[in-house]
């Protein structure tokens, strides 16, 4: 036992907080037997008692359609948050377009996120070598094999094995099976084959069978609304509870972290937080501590945590923490399907995602130097008779009978294909103090910095007329045949994967962690969130997330019992 | 909702100006004289939103509801030109469209406040275009000469003269929001044949034989074939 005590409650470790990293790190830390004291910046939250399931759009206001106050609409989970959280901004430099969503609650993001779980391949973690961009990981997927096994476990993740490179596969038994694919994703599987293009089940951490106190998913209501059953993975009606279940954690919410401080020793000795209800700031013992507040919110406390002897920062020796920033590349093709017109009606909201995909199939062709871009990208496949959502007019015109039957032969019919790329590291994409603008607690806030390069424009460029294809092949109508990768390449941010700004390595001179996530220059200070990821896959970053603080914080937890940590 | 931006209007006038080539005040359907666009002074929407944590379980809308009366009978006439009473469908304004209309145009969030402005000019044109056609407001016209006024400005694709250019945006608006508000009322989710949210036990049973059905004709039709996944 430590000796650091928060009103009563004696604990070993401080996790800052309970999103994907910080509630993995929880949970594995007191599953273990420490003793673990939670910051978690935003509200308590409680998905059974605040999901909005089943509720239609005509019960919300607006019909549910998004507003600065809810920008993915209404009923999506995040509290407090969005683009803009109210009273906490960030600066964006002049040239640069980045945005950044936050949630303020308890689970953070995993509350909403798509649950996308597709796990790195062999490719993934030396690309550097391989190619010459960006960094390797400090380890290979075999070092991680075994954790991706034990994390789709534990959350539940549904899929299969379809033995392509880009997809490797669990260990037999860990994934759940995947729901059978619907009419117009079939219709993409059949146009996307004659292209020489394969489909496979998309994974997603939705349970197709039950687990623990989980209930399996029943097939409606749109996860990113939260899940009421715990069917779609969110920390907080799982890893969060399980941790509680212990008996080994304490939470205290609405604690936004602003610094952490060394002692003499050079270890951390204090975390300064702001106590978000009455403003006051308040600081508790650091025996061991965990950041796991976001990739861009860690290195921020890591920034902002700096003193005399240390003007550039904590853990900041390497200069890299706010370097490295990535998001995913993304952007959409959409068309309507004259052959998925009138079709006949069936419940097709399955698990209100897609229920299958396209994986990256070109590493031949770029490995052949076939390809004018380095890194690859998935399709995440739409279309469907979805819930109408106030947006049924499209671009129909005209008034009476013909516009009735217009909106109903476009219900339905229409089909979209959604990137996601891998993006390189690059000097213009970064973060960094804004010293100029404070929150309103005083803090320093974040000023982005970002540039989107060639290597991202190409495989958009790629992406834009794959997609095209697909829909021309199926014999639809592209809705923008002629928009440029530079108008369809989403914003810096607006993906919601921004990761690297702590980015790991295998030396401290480029680096922030080693591979086990434990700071270079503070040896009771880790990082747990997507700060660390040294490159930034195709494919969609919580689940690596979860899988390297499952990792880590049983190492942490181990080297805690030999006192070690 | 489909977005209407401020710039979208303004490349899309310009571009229906350009194409147009006729004097104000006279439309190219009829030769007749028409009315003018006028921007409508509007005091600034002070109500609140929702705020960023809403109650989501038990929804409410903070503002209050802002068009007149007179305005609220103009929409009712014109949401029922846009979606009548067919079949088993009923009429646009007998499912609360006009109520959801009113609530979108008084809400204080930019796009919406900009809607707001579009669609009370819009409201105020259609009158004067009707005074200045026939000497009678629009609700007054007989059907036919409604309609001839409608058929002016609700085809977006079609070349109009540049003093339709905003009324082709106000009735495109007008569209986007009846048309959503109507297929998210009960009524046009029951028409549009979505049977979905609902809760299903046991695994997703997947596309029904008849669907399957006629994807297979469809794939055949287009040298597709079938891929299992």
């Known amino acids: ?565 | 909702m489909r977005r209407l931006s401020r710039r979208e209007a303004l490349r899309r006038s310009a571009h229906l100006a350009m194409a147009a080539g006729l004097p104000l005040g006279f439309t190219a359907a009829t030769g007749m004289p028409g009315a003018a666009w006028a921007e409508v002074p509007m005091p600034p929407v002070t109500a609140p939103g929702y705020g960023t944590d809403p109650d989501l379980i038990h929804p409410s809308v903070p503002w209050p509801n802002t068009l007149t009366d007179a305005q609220r009978q103009l929409l009712s006439l014109l949401a029922d030109h846009l979606l009548p009473a067919e079949g088993a469908s009923p009429a646009a304004s007998t499912v609360g469209v006009v109520d959801v209309v009113d609530e979108w145009v008084s809400a204080p969030y930019p796009e919406q406040v900009q809607h707001r402005q579009l669609l009370l000019a819009g409201l105020v044109w259609m009158d004067a275009d009707a005074q200045a056609r026939w000497q009678q407001p629009f609700a007054a016209l007989d059907a036919q000469r409604q309609v001839q006024i409608i058929d002016s400005i609700a085809w977006p694709e079609r070349t109009v003269p540049e003093a339709l250019a905003m009324p082709v945006l106000f009735f495109s608006l007008l569209r986007q929001l009846v048309v959503g508000a109507y297929y998210t009322s009960p009524e046009g989710v029951a028409e549009l044949g979505y049977i979905g949210n609902v809760p299903i036990t046991g695994d997703y049973p997947g596309p029904t034989p008849e669907a399957m059905k006629h994807l297979r004709t469809q794939l055949a039709a287009l040298g597709l074939e079938e891929v299992h996944v």
């Not at chain 1, 308590?44 to 999901?51: F, G, I, L, S």
């Not at chain 1, 590349?329 to 897609?354: C, F, I, K, M, W």
């Open chain 1, 1 to 565: 036992m430590s000796g650091a005590v928060h009103e009563g409650f004696a604990y070993d470790a401080v996790v800052v907080g309970s999103g994907a990293g910080g509630a993995m790190a929880a949970y594995m830390l007191t599953k273990a037997g420490h003793r673990v004291l939670l910051l978690e910046a935003g509200r308590h939250y409680d998905p059974v008692k605040e999901t909005p399931m089943f509720h239609t759009p005509a019960q919300a206001p607006l019909r549910g359609a998004p507003t600065p106050d809810k920008p993915f609409g209404f009923y999506d989970a995040t509290v407090d948050g969005g683009w803009q959280v109210p009273g906490e901004p960030y600066t964006v430099a002049e040239g640069s377009e980045f945005i950044w969503w936050r949630a303020r609650m308890l689970g953070g993001r995993t509350n909403h996120w798509g649950r996308f779980s597709l796990r790195f391949s062999p490719h993934d973690f030396k690309a550097a070598s391989r190619d010459g961009h960006g960094a390797d990981w400090p380890m290979d997927y075999e070092d991680l094999a075994p954790w991706y096994d034990r994390t789709e476990k534990l959350v539940g993740v549904c899929g299969n094995n379809p033995g392509l490179d880009d997809l490797p596969d669990s260990a037999p038994g860990v994934l759940q099976p995947p729901p059978k694919a619907r009419v117009p994703e079939l219709l993409l599987a059949a146009a996307a084959g004659k292209l020489g293009i394969p489909v496979a089940p998309m994974r997603r951490a939705v349970l197709t069978r039950p687990l623990d106190e989980r209930q399996a998913c029943f097939y409606a209501t749109a996860c990113g609304r939260g899940c009421s059953i715990g069917a779609a993975f969110q920390t907080t009606t799982s890893l969060l509870p399980m941790a509680r279940a212990t008996g080994r954690l304490h939470t205290i919410t609405d604690a936004l972290v602003r610094s952490v401080s060394l002692g003499e020793s050079g270890r951390a000795e204090r975390v300064t937080y702001v106590d978000r209800k009455s403003g006051e700031n308040l600081v508790v013992a650091a025996p061991v501590v965990v950041l796991a507040a976001s990739a861009c919110e860690s290195a921020r406390i890591l920034l902002n945590s700096h003193t005399d002897k240390l003007p550039n920062g904590l853990a900041n020796s390497s200069g890299q923490v706010g370097r490295n920033l990535m998001d995913s590349t993304g952007a959409n093709v959409a068309g309507h399907v004259p052959a998925l017109e009138g079709r006949p009606r069936y419940n097709e909201d399955g698990h209100t995602s897609n229920h299958i995909f396209i994986p990256w199939w070109l590493h031949d062709a770029q490995a052949r130097g076939e390809l004018d871009f380095p890194r690859g990208y998935h399709f995440e496949l739409g279309g469907g008779f979805a819930m109408p959502n106030g947006r049924q007019a499209g671009s129909d015109s005209g008034y009476g009978a013909s516009l009735r039957a217009s909106v109903h032969r476009h219900y339905g019919a229409t089909v979209g294909l959604a990137l996601r790329g891998e993006m390189l590291p690059n000097p213009s994409s970064y973060m960094e103090i804004d010293e100029h603008v404070r929150d309103r607690y005083g803090i320093a806030v974040p000023k982005f910095h970002w540039r989107w390069t060639d290597r991202e424009l190409n495989q958009v460029a790629h992406g834009l007329k794959t997609g095209r294809r697909i829909i021309e092949t199926m014999g639809g109508t592209v809705f923008n045949p002629n928009e440029t990768p530079e108008e369809a390449i989403k914003k810096g941010g607006e993906i919601i994967h921004e990761v690297g700004t702590t980015r790991m390595g295998d030396n401290a001179r480029d680096s922030v962690t080693n591979q086990w996530g434990r700071t270079w220059d503070v040896p009771n200070l880790y990082v747990m969130d997507g700060g660390v990821f040294a490159s930034n896959p195709h494919k969609n970053c919580t689940l690596t997330i979860m899988t390297l603080a499952m990792r880590n914080a049983q190492r942490l937890a181990d080297d805690m019992h030999k006192g070690a940590a």
